[in-house]
């Protein structure tokens, strides 16, 4: 197989707050929902809300969600309330 084609593109991270908790996600601007890892939810100590999404990840959890602009988190908006599907580690 010949990867001389194959062109990789960098990945792109930002700081995020989830529940108040700083977080750093893999921006992903054709995501069709938001994926969180079991380790972050573990930390997060929210409910489950719901069912598997079709039998791939976990039970899905409602979280507080806002962008940071730095290390320090430090964003006083509300966030918005989003729902995330959970991934295993």
């Known amino acids: 197989m010949d990867l001389s084609r194959v062109k990789l593109s960098n990945l792109k991270y930002m700081n995020v707050m989830i529940n108040d908790v700083c977080c750093v996600s893999l921006v992903d601007s054709g995501a069709e929902i938001w994926v969180v890892s079991d380790a972050i ?20 959890i409602r979280v507080n969600f806002k962008m940071c602009g730095d290390t320090d988190c430090e964003n006083v908006a509300d966030g918005i309330p989003i729902l995330c599907a959970m991934a295993p580690r």
């Open 41 to 60: 939810a573990e930390k997060l100590d929210v409910e489950t809300c719901g069912h598997n999404i079709r039998g791939i990840f976990g039970d899905p």
